[in-house]
């Protein structure tokens, strides 16, 4: 695959979301592009604005009451952001697809897989024939005993099954890109390898580009080519997986990092970041990692902090921090 | 499937026997109905004839089996209001208005009400949710009586458009009928409000959408048939209570139907056209339930399977 040839780029995405108590801001100003073929993942904690920055690509905010405030959203030169919504239909499942993160609850209970699937099919096009179109594409996907299972409904199969037929949808349009929000967490762990070996399968074979979506920074360690770290609804780390691994440059990545338990590694405590992520109706000025950051100073909870190059200085390495020059 | 549908029509007739035996108990609750039946100067002869004639001195187990096998070939015995017709045929004469006026009832209800439900969902807190809340509100709070009168008063007194009242074609149903609907055009709105919202919530609409699938396929296709659940549940309800008649709005419309019959047959103590009636009415509750479950297992394969 060729390097640096963006399909998806987000540039300056901010998304609110209108409660009543007033409009907060979920996404603050994210950027990152996606190339062709490759697997970037999107890694932080509950409420750190990943899934929100997937749902606005996608531009399925919930409604009424999220929106995306500002920035583009760029996917092989289009702006989604100015698209109207029945243009955006159509970009929808054609050009991207996404995986949710549930398979209990995100195919549609009343009606059969095959007609699930087939629907997908209609949508890009497809005429005639679409049975067998439908039950060689969950064949593709790995759903054994395909043609019988084509006539099953959701609650006659395993979550594994339900998330590959989840998947053989998202590539029934043959999309450039495809967004999984954290599409292995409510699998078993064996079939969460299965699942990603799928995934890494579909790549190869459709050379498609993955927003890959996820807390677990093993799964991107074994997964993707880059990765870009948020917290708080902001990038505040991305380079690519070596690069972040072995040079952590963030305060918050190194102590993600250090949150992972190792089988080689007996600890009598698991290592735990202090505090919680803030509210984001109380962010101030300055770097919103600082409450809980052991090397922050007055500067840091002040002052927003500047992109900088990551500590080894990898390509397309870079931190959102103060103290990057200062960590060990 | 079928044996789903067994199992529901078992049940059905459990349920129907259990009321056959309230209803011939009650009817045994509220007095001898030789008293009904006789002059206060009866003597003891005529008294012993009757009793005899109507087997009322045979064991109480004995009379409600002669009762379940006469009213199983539709004989409820002779009315006693209506000298010279059996109780069946007062009620039989009866039934067609009533069911007319209620099925149109029952019609408009759902015309309006599913659709105003869904949109009032779909477009949640916009002035067509107003809309359709203020619908409801006033379904809910105005008495059917005094929705009845007012509509005769524009439509048929002031406009001239309909008649004021009695039996006849459509145009005599369509004030009693809309006047009925209305209460239950806002029940069933609400409900399918609700129901839709919740839904359309769900991580499967999430899907439908990011899959390409246009918005009025997502609400109809996708969201209305797991949303129906709760509108069906009420449809027993509904059906229920308009195919039995409303007592109130065929008084005011001086609507020949059952309602006003099963009125004027308990003021008159006529337990014959009583007891028809009430079970006239169980059966078509019965029959609307046994519906409404054939439904839910049409719509939702969850339930087939159980």
Redesign the interface.
């Known amino acids: 695959m060729t390097k640096n040839d963006p399909i998806l780029c987000v540039k300056n995405l901010r998304t609110e979301l209108a409660l009543s108590s007033g409009a907060i801001e979920v996404v603050r100003g994210v950027s990152f592009s996606v190339n062709k073929g490759e697997t970037l993942g999107i890694v932080g904690e509950s409420g750190s604005g990943k899934s929100m920055t997937a749902l606005s690509i996608?531009r399925?905010l919930?409604?009424?009451i999220g929106r995306i405030a500002g920035g583009s959203i760029r996917l092989d030169g289009r702006d989604l952001v100015q698209l109207t919504?029945?243009e955006m239909?159509?970009?929808?499942?054609?050009e991207i697809?996404?995986i949710?993160?549930?398979p209990h609850?995100?195919?549609?209970?009343?009606y059969t897989i095959g007609n699930q699937v087939i629907?997908?099919l209609q949508?890009?096009q497809q005429r005639g024939g679409l049975l067998e179109k439908a039950i060689s594409l969950l064949k593709k996907v790995n759903v054994a005993d395909a043609a019988r299972r084509v006539h099953a409904?959701p609650?006659q199969m395993s979550g594994g099954m339900k998330q590959r037929v989840?998947g053989a949808?998202?590539i029934?349009?043959a999309p450039k890109v495809i967004i999984a929000d954290e599409p292995t967490t409510a699998l078993d762990v064996t079939i969460q390898l299965q699942y990603l070996e799928l995934l890494e399968q579909i790549q190869q074979e459709t050379g498609t580009a993955i927003v890959f979506i996820t807390h677990d920074l093993g799964i991107v360690a074994r997964l993707c080519h880059r990765l870009v770290v948020m917290y708080a609804g902001r990038i505040v780390e991305e380079g690519t997986v070596d690069d972040v691994f072995n040079a952590p440059s963030h305060p918050y990545t190194v102590a993600l990092l250090n949150s992972v338990p190792h089988v080689d590694r007996k600890v009598d405590r698991l290592y735990a970041i202090k505090g919680n992520p803030p509210a984001l109706h109380e962010i101030g000025t300055g770097c919103s990692f600082a409450p809980r950051c052991p090397l922050a100073d007055t500067r840091c909870k002040t002052v927003s902090p500047p992109t900088v190059p990551g500590k080894n200085h990898g390509q397309g390495h870079f931190a959102a921090c103060w103290k990057t020059g200062e960590m060990a | 499937m079928l044996t789903f549908l067994f199992k529901r029509t078992l049940y059905a007739l459990i349920s129907l026997l259990v009321i056959t035996l309230i209803v011939f108990s009650l009817s045994h609750l509220s007095g001898n109905p030789l008293d009904a039946l006789l002059p206060d100067d009866a003597t003891p002869q005529q008294i012993e004839q009757v009793t005899r004639h109507l087997g009322l001195d045979r064991p109480i187990w004995v009379q409600y089996l002669t009762f379940l096998q006469n009213a199983a070939m539709g004989d409820f015995g002779d009315s006693l209001k209506w000298k010279g017709q059996t109780a069946a045929e007062v009620v039989w004469e009866r039934l067609p208005a009533t069911l007319q006026l209620g099925g149109l009832a029952l019609l408009i209800s759902i015309v309006v009400a599913l659709p105003l439900g869904v949109m009032a969902a779909v477009y949640k807190n916009t002035a067509l949710d107003a809309v359709a809340t203020v619908i409801a509100l006033l379904g809910q709070s105005l008495p059917a009586f005094w929705l009845g009168l007012v509509l005769m008063w524009i439509f048929a007194v002031m406009l001239g458009w309909f008649p004021t009242s009695g039996y006849g074609g459509l145009s005599h149903m369509i004030l009693p009928a809309v006047a009925m609907a209305w209460f239950q055009v806002a029940a069933l709105t609400r409900l399918t409000r609700s129901a839709m919202l919740e839904v359309l919530d769900a991580e499967y609409i999430k899907l439908a959408r990011v899959k390409g699938v246009r918005e009025r396929r997502v609400v109809w296709k996708h969201a209305f048939r797991n949303a129906a659940i709760v509108p069906v549940t009420y449809f027993g309800v509904l059906a229920g209570s308009l195919l039995t008649g409303s007592v109130v709005i065929e008084t005011v419309f001086n609507w020949p139907g059952t309602g006003w019959l099963a009125i004027t047959a308990i003021q008159g103590r006529d337990f014959p056209v009583v007891q028809t009636v009430v079970l006239f009415f169980a059966v078509l509750f019965l029959l609307a339930n046994l519906i409404v479950d054939i439904l839910y297992a049409l719509i939702d394969p969850r339930i087939r399977n159980t």
């Not at chain 1, 239909?89 to 054609?94: A, K, P, Q, V």
């Open positions: 996608m399925v919930p409604r009424p919504e029945s239909t159509r970009i929808r499942g054609r697809g996404m949710l993160q549930d609850t995100s195919l549609n209970p009343v629907e997908a949508i890009n409904f609650h989840v949808i998202s029934a349009g």
